[in-house]
């Protein structure tokens, strides 16, 4: 509302300029044409205007009702009103802030309405879940069962081990060296692991006897002996739980792959063991020359330069697995540059119905919002009007037969919608 | 009463061609119905009100089917007589 109200003298100005007639005669239309309307009616017509609508007299029948104050029973006159209904033009020209807006169909008993179409895509994924749950247990269990023998573990210390170092190692860059000389003589401890306890007790008097060597450094001299041993002990067995804690956890990952290929991996442990081995030792001597070295922060630094090998070997390990063409597709990042087309939004368009029409799913709607992620704040609440782009996708991604594609469909699902 | 005889009776009234009354029609219902649509109220002394109502949303259910509906909101065009006008309708007898 730009104005209060527009009184007849505003629309005699308006219509005068606009006709490019004088005021006056302007006036003596518009009375004549109220004066024109009024009589007609009074006479117990209609009357029509083009383009604008008609009005009416409708009779409203004399009805009863009660004086509020009084409480009296009083009667009502019937009279008569004017009453006006605009033509379709004039409605639709003023309506058109809300023209897009439709009527929806709430719940019927034929069709499914929107809301519950919507519910049954929340439960499906939920349905998953608690599928991979059950299984989940599942394998909980096996892995308890099978932790009781020491072998599994054993095979995949190794890899875990250098796993776990490399962070350890990059934080510890610029810290005492003690740190990166215990984690190292872990890997050591970790390697030829077939014995257990007996060796551990070797490891620590191994690890004693570097500390005896670490206090020698002039720079290592506010660290006292018995603590640091203390602290050497405490640090070796917290690293060993941690290790078999992420060896639980990777060969839980790992189990099935395992059970197929139990064979075949055997011998590539082997190889990982020997690689490993061989860079321990190397590890081994870089620290000890580090020690003798006076700058004591360079062995680290040799250190971390080493381990990438570690990492590779695993990589190649997990590569051999046909499917991780797939994994990789997933896991690096999605650029769309291609388009099908583009779609604005209306009111009752959902990016899983654009996604069902464009790639036959409506899991794959993540993609339609990756790609318009910079005009879309809320997938769920998308201000109509709003002009998104559906982006050409990699046909590996969208296929809807494999059960990998719709997984992380619904992870990326997940992350969006919480 | 259509609109040409609106015409009609309104050029025998104001002693004006036909053409011009046509056009000054035009032009006044032109201007009203812009005025309309960007919101205005428009108010004619002793006739009445033209306003812009805002329906507010509603949900409709079928009777017969039970099927509900949600209504849009929407913009209408109410005319609300003056009491000048009331008044004179009151002399007016009802007779059916």
């Known amino acids: 509302m730009s104005k209060d109200k527009i009184s007849s003298q505003e629309i005699i100005d308006l219509v005068a300029t606009k006709a490019s007639v004088s005021k006056r005669a302007a006036e003596e239309f518009l009375k004549a044409m109220i004066a024109t309307i009024e009589e007609a009616l009074l006479s117990g017509e209609l009357v029509k205007i083009k383009n604008f609508g008609t009005f009416k007299l409708q009779w409203n029948e004399p009805r009863k009702s009660v004086n509020v104050n009084t409480g009296e029973e009083i009667i009502i006159d019937g009279y008569y009103k004017v009453t006006f209904s605009p033509e379709t033009s004039l409605k639709d020209l003023v309506n058109e802030p809300f023209a897009h807006l439709e009527a929806v169909q709430l719940d019927g008993e034929n069709n499914l309405n929107v809301s519950e179409q919507q519910e049954l895509e929340a439960l499906d994924p939920l349905r998953i879940f608690t599928e991979q749950a059950t299984e989940i247990k599942d394998i909980l269990s096996e892995i308890q069962a099978l932790s009781s023998n020491v072998t599994p573990h054993e095979t995949e210390n190794p890899i875990l081990n250098e796993v776990e170092v490399i962070p350890d190692e990059t934080k510890t860059k610029e810290k005492e060296v003690i740190l990166d000389e215990i984690t190292i003589e872990e890997k050591e401890h970790f390697l030829p692991i077939e014995t257990t306890q007996e060796f551990i007790k070797k490891e620590e008097i191994a690890i004693q006897s570097v500390v005896h060597e670490v206090d020698v450094e002039p720079l290592q001299q506010e660290v006292k002996k018995p603590k640091s041993k203390h602290k050497a002990r405490l640090f070796v067995l917290l690293i060993i739980l941690l290790a078999g804690g992420v060896a639980t956890g990777l060969y839980f990952s790992s189990s099935t792959v395992k059970e197929l290929t139990d064979s075949t991996f055997i011998p590539l442990k082997m190889k990982i063991l020997k690689v490993s081995e061989k860079i321990s030792v190397t590890d081994m001597v870089n620290t000890i020359s580090g020690w003798i070295s006076p700058e004591t922060q360079k062995p680290p630094l040799t250190v971390t330069i080493v381990i990438p090998k570690d990492t590779t070997a695993i990589d190649t390990v997990v590569n051999q697995q046909p499917i991780d063409s797939l994994q990789l597709l997933f896991d690096s990042p999605r650029v769309y540059s291609g388009y099908l087309g583009s779609e604005r939004i209306n009111h009752g368009s959902r990016l899983t119905l654009f996604a069902k029409r464009y790639y036959g799913n409506k899991l794959f709607w993540v993609y339609i919002y990756e790609a318009n992620k910079d005009r879309i704040k809320n997938p769920n609440q998308i201000p109509e009007g709003t002009l998104i782009k559906i982006p050409k996708l990699d046909k590996r991604l969208i296929d809807s037969n494999n059960s990998r594609c719709i997984q992380k469909a619904i992870e990326l699902h997940d992350i969006y919608v919480k | ?96």
Request: net charge positive; aromatic share 4%; hydrophobic share 40%.
């Open chain 2, 1 to 96: 009463m259509n609109h040409k005889e609106l015409i009609a009776t309104m050029a025998a009234k104001m002693n004006a061609p036909k053409a011009t009354v046509e056009n000054l029609l035009e032009i006044t219902i032109s201007t009203c119905t812009e005025l309309l649509a960007e919101g205005n109220t428009i108010g004619f002394q002793s006739f009445g009100n033209f306003e812009v109502r805002k329906k507010e949303e509603r949900l409709s259910v079928h009777p017969a089917t039970q099927v509900r509906t949600l209504i849009p909101p929407k913009l209408a065009v109410n005319f609300k007589q003056s009491n000048i006008l009331k008044e004179k309708l009151k002399e007016l007898t009802h007779n059916e």
